[in-house]
């Protein structure tokens, strides 16, 4: 399963707009997902969740409704500010994506996606005045201007471009030694799936592609992404890095995948592969099992 997918939550659309029924599942039976901050809390030893009550909610905290658990409501309070740096700078994070349940992990990423999304959005962007959580927290609603907003997901494509049998993978200057990924990035305003891919292979590596495909996606709550993983064909091999995106981008055979693949997640001497909880494991596992 990839990371973050298939949570368990009923989101149950049709109780977002009913404010009486939202209030009565406002309850003793009702679920609060224990957050520190943007951050999880969990039992490290059985990789579950931490699950409190709404009383253990600040007094004044907004709460969204995630949806129902085994038939009961769940809702996560919204932290006092959102996040302030990149995933990768809170190994916190990382930690608790190697320790939570597919299940678990995938209810954490939709709640902080949400409340972050919240924390950051406390004004009105089209007149600056204050908003106020509506649609169970689904919406924000601009009490002067009367403009709704809506929780933000930014489109990333992410694609395996091949070659006479290999894939080109490149490295950001962030990436531990010997890490290497599948070329990725935002879809801009205007732009099909298949135009993001092309693009951006090109500006980062020089590179024209062709026969672009979708495999699998991925929701990516660092903030709020949704990872379009897709492949490509290339009908050259000539690379030009750009390098105020990626330190390097190289083609790498089939054999050198499937050994560093077998080699686990101290990789060879050359390559470590990606990671489980990445949707570029899962997109290069694909071609290698092809």
Not at 31 to 52: F, N
Not at 70 to 93: I, M, R
Not at 137 to 150: E, K, V
Not at 157 to 180: A, K, N, S
């Amino acid at each position: 399963m990839i990371a973050f997918s298939g949570s368990p939550l009923d989101r149950a659309d049709h109780l977002r707009t009913d404010r009486e029924a939202l209030a009565e599942l406002m309850n003793w039976r009702a679920r609060l997902l224990k957050l520190d901050g943007l951050l999880p809390s969990y039992d490290a030893v059985t990789g579950e969740i931490d699950w409190g009550t709404l009383a253990d909610a600040p007094e004044d905290a907004e709460l969204v409704f995630l949806g129902l658990l085994d038939g009961k409501a769940c809702f996560a309070a919204v932290p006092a500010e959102g996040a302030d740096g990149p995933a990768y700078a809170q190994p916190q994070v990382w930690q608790a994506m190697q320790v939570l349940s597919p299940s678990d992990l995938a209810i954490y990423g939709g709640a902080r996606s949400l409340v972050d999304w919240h924390a950051r959005h406390r004004f009105c962007a089209r007149c600056g005045s204050g908003t106020a959580l509506a649609k169970g927290g689904w919406q924000r609603d601009c009490s002067a201007c009367g403009a709704a907003h809506f929780p933000r997901t930014d489109p990333v494509t992410i694609m395996l471009v091949e070659h006479e049998g290999r894939l080109l993978l490149g490295r950001q200057p962030r990436f531990p030694p010997r890490v290497h990924s599948a070329l990725a990035g935002f879809v801009e305003p205007g732009e099909t799936i298949e135009e993001a891919v092309a693009r951006e292979v090109f500006e980062e590596a020089g590179v024209r592609v062709r026969d672009v495909t979708y495999i699998a996606s991925q929701p990516w709550p660092f903030p709020s992404q949704l990872m379009i993983g897709c492949h490509a064909h290339a009908d050259d091999d000539a690379i030009t890095v750009d390098t105020t995106e990626l330190e390097e981008a190289r083609w790498f055979t089939r054999a050198e995948l499937e050994d560093a693949r077998e080699a686990g997640p101290e990789g060879n001497e050359t390559l470590i592969f990606p990671r489980s909880w990445a949707i570029a494991h899962h997109l290069v596992t694909w071609w290698l099992d092809r």
